[in-house]
């Protein structure tokens, strides 16, 4: 099964930055298609962008304008930056190969209110 691990969380202030990794523990960030998505306490786990092995991104309206995902093949990691955060970005952060339904244990980033 395709696993990823997760990195990068942390705690933020408003309108903050951060960069979050999924390196491929075994399989491959480039071979198929790649998404994000997260999961606030509470509520469901979302998707928030997806990764197209040409390089096409798609992003969730939530986030679009604010995030923006990319890849380096070479260190067979895929990353998600996230700016001008709020504290409704507050979750946990998974990545995942599509078609799959495996899940890591995600990166927690939290922002402060």
């Known amino acids: 099964q395709a696993q990823f691990v997760e990195s990068g969380g942390d705690l933020v202030q408003p309108g903050g930055s951060l960069t979050l990794s999924c390196a491929g523990a075994g399989s491959s960030v480039s071979a198929d298609i790649m998404t994000w998505h997260r999961q606030a306490p509470g509520k469901a786990r979302e998707w928030i962008a997806t990764?197209?092995?040409?390089?096409?991104?798609f992003y969730a309206d939530s986030v679009k304008g604010r995030f923006a995902v990319s890849r380096d093949e070479g260190k067979n990691t895929m990353y998600l930056q996230l700016n001008d955060l709020t504290p409704e970005d507050t979750a946990t952060y998974y990545c995942q190969q599509h078609g799959t339904t495996t899940w890591g244990q995600g990166t927690q980033v939290t922002v402060l209110s």
């Open positions: 990764l197209f092995p040409g390089g096409a991104t």
